[in-house]
Nanobody, 126 residues
Framework: QVQLVESGGGLVQAGDSLRLSCAAS????????LGWFRQTPGKERQFVAA????????YYADSVEGRFTISRDSAKNTVYLQMNSLKPEDTAVYYC???????????????????WGQGTQVTVSS
């Protein structure tokens, strides 16, 4: 089992920055992919960014590339999402997921992730 706890969400204005954290516990993250997804009411969970724990391969959704940065701290078992130049359309609940079976082909699909955190709300006002 992997437990994931997100933090760092909040209410900001357009153009501001936030850093989300996802602290993992329970087992080693070797061979896992850690991903950030977001969800708004009535819509499916949407891929934002992902990183493979072993090799640090990074993937971004087109909508956030150049504004968001995903990173990991192996010593702290934590993955971060630095979000800059936030827009109102970034408003969502952000979830962290851990996927042991995620591959390069599937890493952007929520179905590739076995474990999820409880989510953290990000609200960007215009």
């Amino acid at each position: 089992q992997v437990q994931l706890v997100e933090s760092g969400g909040g209410l900001v204005q357009a153009g501001d920055s936030l850093r989300l954290s996802c602290a993992a516990s329970g087992r080693t993250l070797s061979n896992y992919a850690l991903g950030w997804f977001r969800q708004t009411p009535g819509k499916e969970r949407q891929f934002v960014a992902a990183i493979t724990w072993n090799f640090g391969n990074i993937y971004y959704a087109d909508s956030v590339e150049g504004r968001f940065t995903i990173s990991r701290d192996s010593a702290k078992n934590t993955v971060y999402l630095q979000m800059n130049s936030l827009k109102p359309e970034d408003t969502a609940v952000y979830y962290c997921g851990a996927g042991w079976t995620a591959t390069q082909m599937s890493i952007e699909s929520q179905n590739a992730y076995e474990y999820w955190g409880q989510g953290t709300q990000v609200t960007v006002s215009s």
